[in-house]
């Protein structure tokens, strides 16, 4: 069926690098992206998001890629901090007619090392 | 409060009692959504509602589970007869119209 999934389960990063997070998505007609941090025993925290008729989307420290010919997104995490040791998601809100629900990935986690 | 709430943060209950579980939505959002996420998944969806009105169950994995909002405002989702395999963290998310603002989930263990 179609979803939206991630390649990598485990990132560890030294803290200061660069982090780079990945995710694939198989329905052509989504227009909508989301990011999420959840730490241990917290709900889902939104990063950034970006539509469909964008490509790039910066925030502070973060920046979202969108590539729809191979429905890939990334997102990149600048000067990687301890704080930013948690599982990421990326979600996909597919058009009106599938209704107003986001559909989440696997999730990555992230652990910055110091 | 500033966010969203759910109350109880964790639920342990036997095979076979029901459940209910309740969100706090932020004030005033019109959409409201329960999400299910398994240990070491992402959140699945559950149902959606658009103030106190259900648009979309289809996420609901069996007709044990029931959500209702009644008044448009506070959520409950009902859990009947629960069995092992519905152990797992409850999201609650509401929505003003373009993003889903999470609360902190109730984690339910089933003995």
């Known amino acids: 069926g179609e979803s939206v999934g991630l390649h990598l389960p485990t990132l560890s990063v030294q803290e200061g690098d660069n982090s780079i997070i990945n995710c694939a998505y198989s329905?052509?007609?989504?227009?909508?992206f989301i990011w999420y941090k959840q730490e241990s025993g917290k709900g889902p925290q939104f990063i950034i998001d970006?539509?469909?008729?964008?490509d790039k989307r910066q925030g502070q420290r973060v920046t979202v890629l969108l590539n729809k010919t191979v429905k890939h997104l990334s997102l990149q995490i600048a000067a990687t901090q301890p704080g930013d040791s948690a599982v990421y998601f990326c979600?996909?809100?597919?058009?009106?007619?599938?209704?107003?629900?986001?559909?989440f990935g696997g999730g990555t986690r992230v652990l910055v090392k110091p | 409060g500033a966010g969203v709430s759910q109350s109880p943060r964790y639920k342990v209950a036997k095979r076979g009692q029901d459940v209910a579980l309740r969100c706090d939505p932020i004030?005033?959002?019109?959409?409201l959504f329960w999400y299910q996420q398994a240990l070491g998944q992402g959140p699945e969806f559950l149902t959606y509602?658009?103030?106190?009105?259900?648009?979309?169950k289809s996420g609901l994995p069996s007709d044990r589970f029931f959500a209702e909002r009644p008044e448009g405002s506070v959520s409950t989702l009902k859990i009947q007869r629960t069995q092992q395999e519905d152990s797992a963290v409850y999201l609650c998310?509401?929505?003003?119209?373009?993003?889903?603002?999470f609360g902190p989930g109730t984690r339910l263990t089933v003995l």
């Open positions: 998310a509401s929505s003003p119209g373009t993003r889903w603002f």
């Open positions: 329905n052509s007609a989504s227009d909508y």
């Open positions: 970006i539509r469909s008729n964008m």
């Open positions: 979600a996909e809100n597919r058009n009106k007619a599938a209704g107003n629900k986001l559909t």
């Open positions: 004030s005033g959002h019109v959409s």
């Open positions: 509602f658009q103030n106190e009105a259900q648009l979309d």
